[in-house]
Protein backbone atom coordinates (compact mmCIF):
# COMPACT_ATOMS: atom_id res chain seq x y z
CA UNK A 1 0.00 0.00 0.00
CA UNK A 2 1.22 3.51 -0.83
CA UNK A 3 0.02 6.68 0.25
CA UNK A 4 1.28 10.08 0.08
CA UNK A 5 2.42 12.31 2.95
CA UNK A 6 2.45 16.05 4.53
CA UNK A 7 4.60 15.81 8.05
CA UNK A 8 3.77 19.84 8.16
CA UNK A 9 6.47 21.80 9.83
CA UNK A 10 6.30 20.83 13.66
CA UNK A 11 6.85 17.53 12.65
CA UNK A 12 10.37 18.49 11.27
CA UNK A 13 11.43 19.88 14.47
CA UNK A 14 9.47 19.78 17.83
CA UNK A 15 6.83 16.92 16.65
CA UNK A 16 10.11 15.08 15.70
CA UNK A 17 8.89 11.96 17.24
CA UNK A 18 5.55 11.72 16.20
CA UNK A 19 7.00 12.13 12.55
CA UNK A 20 10.03 8.94 13.45
CA UNK A 21 7.16 7.25 15.45
CA UNK A 22 4.27 7.46 12.53
CA UNK A 23 6.88 6.10 9.92
CA UNK A 24 8.31 3.33 11.78
CA UNK A 25 4.50 2.04 11.93
CA UNK A 26 3.46 2.57 8.92
CA UNK A 27 6.96 0.55 7.63
CA UNK A 28 5.55 -2.43 9.71
CA UNK A 29 2.28 -2.08 8.65
CA UNK A 30 3.80 -2.42 4.74
CA UNK A 31 3.05 1.12 4.04
CA UNK A 32 4.66 3.38 2.00
CA UNK A 33 4.70 6.58 2.78
CA UNK A 34 5.81 9.17 -0.28
CA UNK A 35 6.16 12.29 0.81
CA UNK A 36 4.61 15.51 -1.13
CA UNK A 37 7.64 16.96 -3.34
CA UNK A 38 8.86 20.66 -1.98
CA UNK A 39 5.98 21.02 0.10
CA UNK A 40 5.21 24.37 2.35
CA UNK A 41 4.05 25.38 5.75
CA UNK A 42 0.12 25.19 5.49
CA UNK A 43 0.01 28.90 6.86
CA UNK A 44 -1.73 27.01 10.38
CA UNK A 45 -3.47 29.17 12.81
CA UNK A 46 -1.74 32.47 11.92
CA UNK A 47 -2.96 32.80 8.29
CA UNK A 48 -6.46 31.42 9.26
CA UNK A 49 -6.58 34.28 11.77
CA UNK A 50 -4.98 37.21 9.43
CA UNK A 51 -5.68 36.13 6.30
CA UNK A 52 -8.46 34.05 4.74
CA UNK A 53 -6.91 34.35 1.09
CA UNK A 54 -3.59 33.48 1.84
CA UNK A 55 -4.62 30.89 4.65
CA UNK A 56 -6.27 29.18 1.50
CA UNK A 57 -3.28 29.61 -1.01
CA UNK A 58 -1.14 28.41 1.27
CA UNK A 59 -3.16 24.92 1.83
CA UNK A 60 -4.05 24.39 -2.13
CA UNK A 61 -0.81 24.76 -3.25
CA UNK A 62 0.33 21.94 -0.94
CA UNK A 63 -2.83 20.72 -2.16
CA UNK A 64 -1.74 21.35 -6.40
CA UNK A 65 1.84 19.80 -5.22
CA UNK A 66 -0.11 16.61 -4.61
CA UNK A 67 -2.00 16.61 -7.12
CA UNK A 68 1.27 17.25 -9.45
CA UNK A 69 2.73 14.21 -7.98
CA UNK A 70 0.03 11.90 -9.04
CA UNK A 71 -1.06 10.90 -5.66
CA UNK A 72 -4.44 9.91 -4.61
CA UNK A 73 -4.61 10.10 -1.10
CA UNK A 74 -2.14 12.01 1.42
CA UNK A 75 -1.65 10.85 5.14
CA UNK A 76 -1.47 14.30 7.36
CA UNK A 77 -0.49 13.49 11.03
CA UNK A 78 -0.73 16.80 12.11
CA UNK A 79 -4.22 17.90 12.52
CA UNK A 80 -4.10 21.53 12.13
CA UNK A 81 -2.57 21.06 8.30
CA UNK A 82 -5.43 18.25 8.27
CA UNK A 83 -7.78 20.35 8.77
CA UNK A 84 -6.39 23.74 6.41
CA UNK A 85 -5.81 21.19 3.38
CA UNK A 86 -9.31 19.78 3.71
CA UNK A 87 -10.86 23.09 4.11
CA UNK A 88 -9.19 24.76 1.43
CA UNK A 89 -10.34 22.35 -0.88
CA UNK A 90 -13.86 22.23 0.17
CA UNK A 91 -13.72 25.91 -0.49
CA UNK A 92 -12.51 25.96 -3.33
CA UNK A 93 -14.49 23.17 -4.45
CA UNK A 94 -17.94 25.38 -3.63
CA UNK A 95 -16.83 28.76 -5.22
CA UNK A 96 -15.93 29.07 -8.46
CA UNK A 97 -14.67 32.39 -8.36
CA UNK A 98 -12.56 31.26 -5.27
CA UNK A 99 -11.05 28.57 -7.49
CA UNK A 100 -9.38 30.90 -10.38
CA UNK A 101 -8.10 33.48 -8.02
CA UNK A 102 -6.49 30.80 -5.73
CA UNK A 103 -5.02 28.98 -8.87
CA UNK A 104 -4.06 32.12 -10.28
CA UNK A 105 -2.12 32.75 -7.20
CA UNK A 106 -0.69 29.33 -6.63
CA UNK A 107 -0.02 29.13 -10.62
CA UNK A 108 -1.40 25.83 -10.74
CA UNK A 109 -4.84 24.22 -11.79
CA UNK A 110 -6.53 21.85 -9.01
CA UNK A 111 -8.84 19.58 -9.48
CA UNK A 112 -9.89 19.13 -6.05
CA UNK A 113 -9.67 15.11 -5.88
CA UNK A 114 -6.77 14.20 -3.31
CA UNK A 115 -7.94 12.70 -0.70
CA UNK A 116 -6.66 14.05 2.54
CA UNK A 117 -6.34 10.92 5.33
CA UNK A 118 -5.72 12.21 9.43
CA UNK A 119 -3.85 9.77 10.82
CA UNK A 120 -7.26 7.87 12.68
CA UNK A 121 -8.93 7.81 9.40
CA UNK A 122 -6.09 6.45 8.11
CA UNK A 123 -5.19 3.86 10.25
CA UNK A 124 -9.12 2.58 10.23
CA UNK A 125 -8.24 2.42 6.42
CA UNK A 126 -5.59 0.32 7.05
CA UNK A 127 -8.00 -2.07 9.10
CA UNK A 128 -7.75 -2.81 13.03
CA UNK A 129 -7.81 -6.23 11.76
CA UNK A 130 -4.09 -5.50 10.20
CA UNK A 131 -2.84 -3.81 12.74
CA UNK A 132 -3.67 -6.21 15.57
CA UNK A 133 -2.08 -8.87 13.43
CA UNK A 134 1.39 -7.15 13.93
CA UNK A 135 1.08 -7.13 17.90
CA UNK A 136 4.68 -8.82 19.05
CA UNK A 137 4.23 -6.77 22.61
CA UNK A 138 0.58 -6.45 23.91
CA UNK A 139 -0.10 -3.38 25.76
CA UNK A 140 -2.11 -5.92 28.84
CA UNK A 141 -1.98 -3.77 32.08
CA UNK A 142 -1.52 -0.12 30.76
CA UNK A 143 -3.81 2.21 31.37
CA UNK A 144 -4.39 4.97 28.63
CA UNK A 145 -6.82 7.66 28.08
CA UNK A 146 -7.21 8.93 24.60
CA UNK A 147 -7.19 12.56 23.63
CA UNK A 148 -8.48 13.90 20.28
CA UNK A 149 -7.90 17.61 20.86
CA UNK A 150 -10.15 19.64 18.69
CA UNK A 151 -8.86 19.72 14.99
CA UNK A 152 -8.98 16.22 14.05
CA UNK A 153 -13.02 16.48 14.53
CA UNK A 154 -14.16 19.70 14.97
CA UNK A 155 -16.24 21.14 13.12
CA UNK A 156 -18.17 18.43 12.62
CA UNK A 157 -19.24 20.30 9.22
CA UNK A 158 -15.45 20.80 7.67
CA UNK A 159 -13.97 17.30 9.00
CA UNK A 160 -16.95 14.65 8.68
CA UNK A 161 -14.81 12.50 11.22
CA UNK A 162 -15.83 10.52 14.35
CA UNK A 163 -18.46 11.86 17.13
CA UNK A 164 -17.10 15.27 17.63
CA UNK A 165 -18.03 14.93 21.08
CA UNK A 166 -17.51 11.68 22.13
CA UNK A 167 -15.14 9.92 19.46
CA UNK A 168 -13.86 6.37 19.61
CA UNK A 169 -11.64 5.63 16.31
CA UNK A 170 -8.63 6.61 18.70
CA UNK A 171 -10.24 4.34 21.43
CA UNK A 172 -10.68 1.34 19.15
CA UNK A 173 -7.06 0.98 17.95
CA UNK A 174 -5.95 0.99 21.83
CA UNK A 175 -8.03 -1.88 22.56
CA UNK A 176 -6.90 -3.37 19.45
CA UNK A 177 -3.07 -3.03 21.10
CA UNK A 178 -3.99 -4.79 24.20
CA UNK A 179 -4.43 -1.80 26.23
CA UNK A 180 -7.09 -0.71 28.99
CA UNK A 181 -8.77 2.01 27.78
CA UNK A 182 -10.46 4.26 30.18
CA UNK A 183 -13.36 6.75 29.53
CA UNK A 184 -13.47 10.85 30.13
CA UNK A 185 -15.28 13.56 29.76
CA UNK A 186 -12.35 15.49 27.91
CA UNK A 187 -11.74 13.30 25.01
CA UNK A 188 -11.93 16.53 22.73
CA UNK A 189 -11.53 19.15 24.89
CA UNK A 190 -9.40 22.08 24.16
CA UNK A 191 -5.55 21.80 25.34
CA UNK A 192 -5.12 25.72 24.60
CA UNK A 193 -3.19 25.10 20.97
CA UNK A 194 -1.56 27.96 19.44
CA UNK A 195 -1.73 30.29 22.66
CA UNK A 196 1.26 28.78 24.17
CA UNK A 197 3.59 31.74 23.85
CA UNK A 198 1.22 34.50 23.62
CA UNK A 199 -1.28 33.42 26.59
CA UNK A 200 0.66 30.36 28.27
CA UNK A 201 -1.53 31.36 31.55
CA UNK A 202 -4.49 29.71 29.22
CA UNK A 203 -2.98 27.01 28.37
CA UNK A 204 -1.86 25.88 31.79
CA UNK A 205 -5.49 26.62 32.47
CA UNK A 206 -6.81 24.45 30.00
CA UNK A 207 -4.37 21.66 29.92
CA UNK A 208 -4.10 21.29 33.66
CA UNK A 209 -7.85 20.48 33.77
CA UNK A 210 -6.82 17.44 31.11
CA UNK A 211 -4.05 16.59 33.24
CA UNK A 212 -5.76 17.09 36.37
CA UNK A 213 -8.90 14.64 34.97
CA UNK A 214 -6.09 12.12 33.84
CA UNK A 215 -4.41 11.99 37.20
CA UNK A 216 -7.67 11.62 39.30
CA UNK A 217 -8.74 8.96 37.12
CA UNK A 218 -5.70 6.81 37.54
CA UNK A 219 -4.16 6.51 33.99
CA UNK A 220 -0.76 5.63 33.43
CA UNK A 221 -0.37 8.01 30.39
CA UNK A 222 -2.74 10.25 28.20
CA UNK A 223 -2.01 9.50 24.17
CA UNK A 224 -2.54 12.05 21.69
CA UNK A 225 -2.39 12.15 18.10
CA UNK A 226 -1.65 16.11 17.55
CA UNK A 227 2.16 17.92 18.60
CA UNK A 228 0.46 20.68 19.99
CA UNK A 229 -1.36 18.80 22.37
CA UNK A 230 1.61 17.18 22.96
CA UNK A 231 3.68 20.16 23.66
CA UNK A 232 0.89 21.55 25.97
CA UNK A 233 0.47 19.01 27.87
CA UNK A 234 4.10 17.51 28.33
CA UNK A 235 5.41 21.06 28.89
CA UNK A 236 2.97 22.78 30.82
CA UNK A 237 2.82 20.47 34.19
CA UNK A 238 4.95 21.94 36.55
CA UNK A 239 3.25 25.24 35.90
CA UNK A 240 -0.48 23.24 36.23
CA UNK A 241 0.60 21.74 39.26
CA UNK A 242 1.22 25.05 40.71
CA UNK A 243 -2.25 26.35 39.77
CA UNK A 244 -4.40 23.38 40.97
CA UNK A 245 -2.02 23.14 44.17
CA UNK A 246 -1.01 19.34 43.55
CA UNK A 247 1.96 17.69 41.63
CA UNK A 248 1.16 16.45 38.64
CA UNK A 249 3.58 14.34 36.23
CA UNK A 250 1.34 11.96 34.05
CA UNK A 251 3.07 11.06 30.48
CA UNK A 252 1.78 12.24 27.10
CA UNK A 253 2.50 9.77 24.19
CA UNK A 254 1.78 9.58 20.82
CA UNK A 255 -0.47 6.86 19.79
CA UNK A 256 2.44 5.77 17.15
CA UNK A 257 4.48 5.84 19.97
CA UNK A 258 2.05 2.76 21.64
CA UNK A 259 1.49 1.50 18.35
CA UNK A 260 5.53 0.97 17.98
CA UNK A 261 6.07 -0.39 21.48
CA UNK A 262 3.40 -2.49 20.94
CA UNK A 263 4.87 -3.65 17.68
CA UNK A 264 8.50 -4.38 19.11
CA UNK A 265 10.71 -0.89 18.45
CA UNK A 266 12.57 0.48 20.88
CA UNK A 267 11.97 3.48 22.70
CA UNK A 268 14.90 5.41 21.11
CA UNK A 269 13.31 4.40 17.48
CA UNK A 270 10.10 6.13 18.63
CA UNK A 271 11.57 8.99 20.39
CA UNK A 272 9.87 7.81 24.00
CA UNK A 273 13.32 9.68 25.33
CA UNK A 274 12.72 12.45 23.95
CA UNK A 275 9.75 13.89 26.40
CA UNK A 276 9.80 16.49 29.47
CA UNK A 277 7.71 13.59 31.87
CA UNK A 278 9.23 10.01 31.00
CA UNK A 279 6.90 7.47 29.71
CA UNK A 280 9.72 4.58 30.13
CA UNK A 281 9.19 4.02 33.93
CA UNK A 282 5.37 3.07 32.97
CA UNK A 283 6.27 1.33 29.92
CA UNK A 284 7.87 -1.28 31.48
CA UNK A 285 4.77 -2.49 32.78
CA UNK A 286 4.31 -3.39 29.34
CA UNK A 287 8.27 -4.36 28.19
CA UNK B 1 -25.46 46.37 24.95
CA UNK B 2 -26.95 49.41 22.44
CA UNK B 3 -29.95 48.43 20.48
CA UNK B 4 -29.77 49.31 16.19
CA UNK B 5 -30.65 53.10 15.12
CA UNK B 6 -30.86 51.61 11.89
CA UNK B 7 -28.10 54.04 10.78
CA UNK B 8 -26.93 53.26 7.28
CA UNK B 9 -23.12 52.09 8.55
CA UNK B 10 -24.58 49.89 10.91
CA UNK B 11 -26.39 47.78 8.35
CA UNK B 12 -23.02 48.40 6.31
CA UNK B 13 -20.37 46.52 8.87
CA UNK B 14 -23.07 43.73 9.83
CA UNK B 15 -23.78 42.86 6.15
CA UNK B 16 -19.89 42.85 5.24
CA UNK B 17 -19.13 40.84 8.04
CA UNK B 18 -21.98 38.47 6.80
CA UNK B 19 -20.66 38.73 3.33
CA UNK B 20 -16.96 37.87 3.99
CA UNK B 21 -17.20 35.40 6.65
CA UNK B 22 -20.08 33.76 4.60
CA UNK B 23 -21.65 33.29 7.99
CA UNK B 24 -24.97 34.52 8.47
CA UNK B 25 -25.00 36.23 11.46
CA UNK B 26 -28.77 37.29 11.35
CA UNK B 27 -29.61 33.66 12.13
CA UNK B 28 -28.08 33.60 15.53
CA UNK B 29 -30.32 32.83 18.36
CA UNK B 30 -28.84 34.25 21.33
CA UNK B 31 -28.80 30.87 22.56
CA UNK B 32 -25.57 30.77 23.75
CA UNK B 33 -23.79 27.60 23.21
CA UNK B 34 -20.96 28.74 21.79
CA UNK B 35 -19.91 30.77 24.43
CA UNK B 36 -20.62 27.50 26.86
CA UNK B 37 -18.56 25.64 25.11
CA UNK B 38 -15.73 28.28 24.30
CA UNK B 39 -12.27 27.45 25.92
CA UNK B 40 -11.02 30.91 25.75
CA UNK B 41 -14.45 32.70 27.03
CA UNK B 42 -13.78 34.11 30.50
CA UNK B 43 -14.16 36.87 32.53
CA UNK B 44 -11.89 39.24 30.87
CA UNK B 45 -12.60 37.81 27.09
CA UNK B 46 -16.38 38.38 25.84
CA UNK B 47 -16.81 35.08 23.93
CA UNK B 48 -18.70 34.63 20.69
CA UNK B 49 -22.56 34.99 21.96
CA UNK B 50 -21.59 38.83 22.91
CA UNK B 51 -19.25 38.90 19.78
CA UNK B 52 -21.88 38.11 17.73
CA UNK B 53 -24.58 40.82 19.77
CA UNK B 54 -21.59 43.43 19.01
CA UNK B 55 -21.68 43.02 15.45
CA UNK B 56 -25.64 42.54 15.07
CA UNK B 57 -25.74 45.71 17.10
CA UNK B 58 -23.63 47.39 14.39
CA UNK B 59 -21.28 47.92 17.61
CA UNK B 60 -17.95 48.20 15.11
CA UNK B 61 -15.79 49.90 17.17
CA UNK B 62 -16.35 47.41 19.83
CA UNK B 63 -16.14 44.13 17.60
CA UNK B 64 -13.49 45.24 16.10
CA UNK B 65 -11.81 45.62 19.93
CA UNK B 66 -13.18 42.22 20.87
CA UNK B 67 -10.10 40.30 22.60
CA UNK B 68 -12.19 37.19 21.70
CA UNK B 69 -11.51 37.11 18.02
CA UNK B 70 -7.91 37.34 18.93
CA UNK B 71 -7.84 34.66 21.62
CA UNK B 72 -10.05 32.49 18.84
CA UNK B 73 -7.94 29.16 18.44
CA UNK B 74 -10.31 28.21 15.84
CA UNK B 75 -10.80 24.79 17.75
CA UNK B 76 -14.86 24.53 15.87
CA UNK B 77 -16.29 24.13 18.95
CA UNK B 78 -18.61 26.58 18.65
CA UNK B 79 -19.07 26.07 15.34
CA UNK B 80 -20.41 21.90 16.17
CA UNK B 81 -22.43 22.92 18.33
CA UNK B 82 -24.71 26.03 16.89
CA UNK B 83 -27.78 25.15 16.16
CA UNK B 84 -27.52 27.34 12.82
CA UNK B 85 -24.05 26.15 12.36
CA UNK B 86 -22.35 29.58 12.54
CA UNK B 87 -18.48 28.58 12.16
CA UNK B 88 -17.01 31.92 14.59
CA UNK B 89 -13.33 31.43 13.29
CA UNK B 90 -14.59 32.34 9.68
CA UNK B 91 -16.21 35.58 11.36
CA UNK B 92 -12.60 36.10 13.27
CA UNK B 93 -10.48 36.26 10.17
CA UNK B 94 -12.95 38.74 8.51
CA UNK B 95 -12.39 41.02 12.09
CA UNK B 96 -8.70 40.95 11.66
CA UNK B 97 -8.61 41.62 8.27
CA UNK B 98 -10.93 44.42 8.49
CA UNK B 99 -8.79 45.96 12.15
CA UNK B 100 -5.74 45.44 10.34
CA UNK B 101 -7.04 47.60 6.99
CA UNK B 102 -8.46 50.10 9.51
CA UNK B 103 -5.52 50.75 11.51
CA UNK B 104 -7.69 49.71 14.56
CA UNK B 105 -4.60 48.95 17.52
CA UNK B 106 -4.63 45.55 18.11
CA UNK B 107 -6.36 44.51 21.46
CA UNK B 108 -4.14 41.43 22.23
CA UNK B 109 -0.94 42.92 20.55
CA UNK B 110 1.00 39.33 22.32
CA UNK B 111 -1.28 36.79 20.51
CA UNK B 112 -0.76 39.23 16.87
CA UNK B 113 2.71 39.75 17.52
CA UNK B 114 3.25 35.96 17.41
CA UNK B 115 1.03 35.33 14.84
CA UNK B 116 2.80 38.00 12.64
CA UNK B 117 6.41 36.50 13.19
CA UNK B 118 5.01 32.94 12.26
CA UNK B 119 3.76 34.57 9.15
CA UNK B 120 7.28 36.47 8.63
CA UNK B 121 9.04 33.21 9.28
CA UNK B 122 6.66 30.80 6.65
CA UNK B 123 6.96 34.16 4.06
CA UNK B 124 11.24 33.70 4.61
CA UNK B 125 11.66 29.87 4.28
CA UNK B 126 8.56 28.29 2.90
CA UNK B 127 8.20 26.46 6.10
CA UNK B 128 7.85 27.79 9.74
CA UNK B 129 10.99 27.89 12.20
CA UNK B 130 9.28 27.12 14.83
CA UNK B 131 12.33 27.59 17.84
CA UNK B 132 13.15 30.80 16.24
CA UNK B 133 10.13 32.25 15.90
CA UNK B 134 9.64 30.99 19.62
CA UNK B 135 12.69 32.77 20.08
CA UNK B 136 12.28 35.86 18.31
CA UNK B 137 8.74 36.21 20.38
CA UNK B 138 10.08 35.46 23.67
CA UNK B 139 12.84 38.66 23.03
CA UNK B 140 10.13 41.12 21.44
CA UNK B 141 8.26 40.54 24.48
CA UNK B 142 11.05 40.83 26.58
CA UNK B 143 11.06 37.86 28.12
CA UNK B 144 13.83 36.09 26.81
CA UNK B 145 14.27 33.57 29.25
CA UNK B 146 10.93 32.31 29.30
CA UNK B 147 10.70 28.48 28.71
CA UNK B 148 14.45 28.56 28.34
CA UNK B 149 14.82 25.85 31.28
CA UNK B 150 12.53 23.86 29.12
CA UNK B 151 13.85 24.17 25.71
CA UNK B 152 17.05 23.21 27.63
CA UNK B 153 16.10 20.09 29.01
CA UNK B 154 14.39 18.57 25.63
CA UNK B 155 17.61 19.93 24.21
CA UNK B 156 19.83 17.59 26.40
CA UNK B 157 16.82 14.54 25.60
CA UNK B 158 17.71 15.06 22.13
CA UNK B 159 14.27 16.03 21.17
CA UNK B 160 15.08 19.56 19.62
CA UNK B 161 18.56 20.46 18.30
CA UNK B 162 20.32 23.80 18.56
CA UNK B 163 20.69 23.78 14.92
CA UNK B 164 16.98 24.68 14.69
CA UNK B 165 17.43 27.95 16.53
CA UNK B 166 20.43 29.29 14.58
CA UNK B 167 19.18 32.31 12.30
CA UNK B 168 20.78 31.13 9.82
CA UNK B 169 20.44 27.80 7.57
CA UNK B 170 16.86 28.62 6.19
CA UNK B 171 16.45 28.73 2.86
CA UNK B 172 13.69 30.91 1.13
CA UNK B 173 11.01 29.22 -1.24
CA UNK B 174 10.27 31.22 -4.34
CA UNK B 175 6.33 29.92 -4.52
CA UNK B 176 5.53 30.76 -1.24
CA UNK B 177 6.77 34.26 -1.38
CA UNK B 178 5.25 34.52 -4.82
CA UNK B 179 2.40 33.82 -3.10
CA UNK B 180 2.25 36.17 -0.06
CA UNK B 181 3.24 38.68 -2.71
CA UNK B 182 0.10 38.35 -5.04
CA UNK B 183 -2.31 37.77 -1.93
CA UNK B 184 -1.13 41.75 -0.98
CA UNK B 185 -1.09 42.45 -4.43
CA UNK B 186 -4.65 41.04 -4.64
CA UNK B 187 -5.70 43.19 -1.68
CA UNK B 188 -3.97 46.40 -2.88
CA UNK B 189 -6.50 46.13 -5.91
CA UNK B 190 -9.49 45.68 -3.35
Known sequence: ?287 | MVRRTGQPEEREFLSRVIRESGQNLLECLQCGKCSGGCPITSEEVGGPRRMIAEILAGMKQEALEDPTWWYCVSCGTCATRCPVEINVYKVATVLCEMAEKEKVAASEPGIHRFEALFLKSVRNNGRVRELQTAMAYNIRSWKPLKDAGKGMMLMIKGAISPMNMLPTGGKEDAMVSRIFNRVEQEKDGE
Open chain 1, 1 to 287: MKVGYYPGCSLEVTGSAYNHSTQKVCEALDVELQEIPGWSCCGSSPALKMDGLLSTALAAHNLALGEKANLKDVLIPCPFCYRRLLSSQDEIKADGNLKTKVEGIIEAGLSGDLKVLNLLEFLHRVGLNRIKANVVNPLIGLKVLPYYGCYLLKPAGVTHFDDPENPTSMDKVLESLGAKVLDWDFKAECCGSGLSLSKTEKVVELSGRLIREAVWRGADAIVVVCQLCHANLDMRQKEASKMYGSKYRIPIVYLTQLMGVAYGFSNEALGLNHHLVSPQRVLKKVR
